[in-house]
Structures are given as C-alpha cells and as structure tokens.
C-alpha cells in the first residue's frame, strides 16, 4: 500500500500490521465530521473564533480612542466631551483633524506590518514546514495579544500617544501566525475539502465579529477593552495546552533534508548570503507555474482593494455618515452573520457547482458591487446592504488558498501559504496609502467627494475578476478522492524508483 502528500503519517495510522484498524473507507462520509474529528482543525476555529471576538469587541472603539486623543494631544482639544458625542456637522475642526491623525496612523501601521509580512512571511511558512506549526503559531499569537494590551494602557494613561499602539500592531507582521493555521489545516484535510475548510476557518472570524462589537454598547469602551485582553489571552492559552503538532515527523525531515541539500556545498560566506537571501528565495514558489503567477497577481490586486477599503471604512462611516458605536454594532452583525452562512453553506456548495474559477469571477465581481455602493451611500441602510454583499466577497480568499495547497506537496503547505500572505500583505502596505491619498484629494467635493475612494476599489475588484477569467483550466479542476492523485509531484522531491507497479507515463 502507497500512500501521498496531504500526511502519510495521517494515512497509515488506519494500519498495523497490514491490517486496517477501522472500515476500508479512510475517510469520513461528511465534510463536517471529517473536520470535526481532524486533530488540530477544531482547535483552530476555536482560536480565530476567540480572537474574532477579542478583537472584534474593540473595532468600533479603536477609532473613537485614537480620534480623540490625537485631537487632544496634536491640536489642543480639551472639552471634556469625547469627540464621537458631536454629530458629524458639528465636530469641531480639532476632532476632525484628530480623525485624520489616526487614519494616516492606521495607513503608516498597515504599510509596516504589511512590509513585514511581505519579507517574512514565506519564510516563516518554510520554517513551519521544517520544525512544526505550533511553536511559531504560538509566537505569532503571542504579539497579536500586545494590541489590546497598549489600547488598554492608553486609556489608563490620559497622555500616552497612541503611536505605542500603532507600533505594536506593526510587529504583529513579523509573524503571520494565521498562513501557518491554514498550513496546519492543509496537514491534517484531504484536498478536495480544503476550500470548504478554510472557509469554516473564515466563518470563525464571522461568529466572532457578528457577535463582539455589540459588547461595546454594554460595558463601554475600557471595560470592553479589558475583555478584549482577556479574550485573547484566552485563546493563546488554548493553542498551548490543546493545540497538536500537525506537521507529520516524516514531512518536517525531509523538508529539513531538502534545505540542508541546497547549502550543503556552500562555503560559510556564502551561507551568510544565502540566509540573508532565504526570504525572497521562498517567494519564488510564486513564479513556479502559470497558475500560480495568476493567482499571485489576482490575490494582489484584490488585496489592495480591500485592504484599502476596510482600513478607512469605519473612520469613513463615523465621520461622514454619523455612525455611532450601535450603528457599527449593528455592521459588523450584518457581515459577521452572513458571513457565516456564506462560509459553512454557500461556499463548498458554489465550489461543488460552479467550479473555482467561476466562484472568484462571482465573488470579484459582487465585490465590485459592493465597493460602487459604498461610494455613493449617503444613508445607513446602503452601507448595511453594501456589506452584506460584501459577504459575498469572503468566498475569494479560501478558494484561492485552497487551489495553491493542492498544487503544491506535503512538505511545502507552509511556504506557499506563506508566500500567498506575502502577496496579499505587499498589498495591504499599498492599498490604505492610495485610499487615504484618493480620500484627500476628494474630500472637499471633487467627484463623488469622499466616497470616491470606493471607485478606486472597484477597479481593482474588476481586474481581479478579469485575473480569474484567465486562470488556466487545471485552477477549475477537481481533486480525487484519492490523496495519491491529489497533488503534482514537486520538482525538489527525489526521483522514484521504477518498479513493476511505477507508472512509465
């Protein structure tokens, strides 16, 4: 018996001796009970549901905070009434200019972290696949619980600049501990169920946000924000103590054994540079097949809208809409909820029916959709109909991540999850600055005033659906049931021997 890629440790733990220890069938009858008996999928929803939740409790109040503060600190705001209190005709020009601080804040954040990730993150994946993911998933879970604690300190100290919360959200891109969580779902799941397993993965950040920023309204911005602390506390505790090794033994030696091969001959000057090198070397994963270049480039200029948009759109809504902390509450219940239904049903439903090429068609273009009526809302209720198509959008990133685990083998399931974050984050560093330039240069009326960066954002959703038109057909393919047919042999794995049973062709 011969067995494949998605872990053969996984595979041969059906037998001993020869001999199966359950029915023939290795696999579960049901997508749900495949995921929900997996070791190590469980946990990871629980963990991006916790930290939905912990952060998600605090995405209406981030803005109020900082808005505030740098009113007071930059441009001498003393009333003793928070900014968000003023309705949008009546904010004085402290607190609007307060409000423009914390957006190019935000901006400068998102360029760092998103830098960071970019350089690092294909490496941390490749690192992943060669020691495990729990380690490195720990690291990356532990910085991320650094943001909650300095907004919790900037509210306990009333002069303490919020550029102490801005850099720690900036060193969260060092580690992108969630392309390492979808590496550990590629470990342990079959491929023809990867797409819908990332998207259980996505709707535990739905049920969070759904949920979460209701608290806001109930406990108030510092309470809220010691339950966000607690929260995310919470869940680095869960992947300590629960959370398995997915990464089977004999995938991590011999991606340990490919990495040694490629330096062996190298002196130790060479070495150094070659070290120095390793995380554009990881990149070139991108460039391995045409597939893979199109998904790279549809993955950018797709993140480069919606990182733009959803960067600025709370500031946006606050400011020129009058959304309140109920208004937002009520936002992120609209997406947080469809979210869910789109992710557990709508999602491997579509890619069952329509195929994976025409699911990012779809969704890219509904994403459009949703960007031109965010232009032009003038009303609540447009913002709440423009999100819940957005919703539609969701089915995008699971469906790319998937196409890209399942042309690559075992021991690479981190670098290219990795190298995908890469791209998406070399976006994300784009993507906010260009909003927030289209913001100031339209904000006084010129076009559709400040909604005109939303038209930015849908010419990029519509070149990424034109990305997806052109994906090659072997993207729309689908996987066997058998994991041995599952994933192309990849061009660093060691020739086979020819046998009798060695297919010639």
Known sequence: TTTTTYGTDRMMEHFEGGIPTRPSVLRRKTFIEEFAYANGPPQIVILIMLFAFGFGSVIGVVPTIMSDRYARINHGYMDEKDCNNYAPQDKPQACLDGSADAQTAVAVEQFISNGLT????????????EYGRKG??????????????????????????????????????LVNWMAVALSALSDVMPPQWRAASFGMVMAGFSVGFACAPQLALLLGHFNVTILSLTVVMVAFVVILVFFPETLPEAAAARA????????????????????????????????????????????????????????????????RIGFDDKDIAVLFSVIGFCGIFIQVVVLKIAN????????????????????VLYAVATKKF????????????????????????NNVNSTEQGRIQGALYSVQALASSVGPSIFRVVYHYT???????????????????????????????????RRAEDPAESSPPDPTDPEPEIGADTPLI
């Open 382 to 405: 447009l913002i709440y109909v423009a999100a819940a198509l957005a919703s539609l959008l969701m089915m995008s990133f699971p469906t790319i991540s998937a196409i890209k685990s």
């Open 352 to 371: 069952d029916l329509m195929g994976e090429r025409r699911v990012l068609i779809f969704s890219f273009a509904v994403g459009a959709m949703h960007a």
């Open 443 to 477: 904000k006084d009326g010129q076009l559709l005033g400040a909604g005109s960066m939303f038209l930015v954002a849908t010419v990029f959703y519509v070149a990424a659906s034109i990305c997806a038109y052109f994906l090659p057909p072997e993207a729309n393919s």
């Open 256 to 319: 340990q054994l490919v990495r040694l091969e490629q330096v062996a001959d190298l002196t130790g000057r060479e070495k150094y540079l070659w070290y120095m090198a390793r995380p554009f070397r990881e990149l070139s994963i991108l460039n391995r097949s045409e597939i893979f270049r199109m998904l790279s480039l549809m993955a950018f200029v797709s993140g480069i809208s919606s990182s733009g948009s959803q960067s600025l759109l709370l500031y946006y809504i606050e400011e």
């Open 118 to 129: 970019f350089l690092t993150s294909s490496m941390v994946g490749s690192l992943s696949d």
């Open 136 to 173: 490195i998933l720990l690291l990356g879970v532990f910085l991320a619980t650094l943001s909650p604690l300095f907004l919790l300190l900037i509210q306990i100290h009333p002069h303490m600049s919020p550029i102490w919360y801005y850099t720690v959200g900036a060193l969260q891109g």
